[in-house]
């Protein structure tokens, strides 16, 4: 079935190509064949003709439509200021049992994980695993990095920097 399938693309194949070659082809516009009488060539020596060149407005618009951009201040690669840090959140657990737990298994990573105790206006009590905080982007994505190789999906959050 495959081979008669194949043996049919390849003779439509083969049909397309003919067919293209036996298309005339179009060379642009024809030439008309209609027979115009033309008109005698204008007597450039007795009536004076006024050339007439286009009208170019560029260099008249161009000094009205200048634009001058405002002042802002340059771009310079480096350290940003920024008054926050990135931290870390891989896990909330309602047992410091467990939250200890997760925060050996990050630390196997060579991370530095701690465990945060927080009360609820409820009454309940949670336990958060947070790594870090990071100064810069790059050490927070890499910690990330390890952090998924060990199938925890972390929080990243934006704390105020201290001190």
Known sequence: MKWILSLATVGGFIGFIVYLNSVP???????????????PPPAATTTKQVEKKPGFRFYEMLPESEVIPPKVEEYTPGPTKQDFDYLVQSGSFRSKEDAERQ??????QGLRAGVQRIELDSGSVWYRVN?????????????????V???????????????
């Open 25 to 39: 082809t179009s060379g642009g516009p024809q030439p008309r064949t209609t027979t115009e009488k033309s008109a």
């Open 103 to 108: 925060r050996a298994q990050i630390a196997f």
């Open 131 to 147: 790594v870090g905080p990071f100064a810069s982007r790059s050490q927070m994505s890499s910690a990330i990095d390890k952090l």
């Open 149 to 163: 190789s060990i199938n925890i999906q972390p929080l990243i959050r934006k704390v105020p920097k201290q001190g």
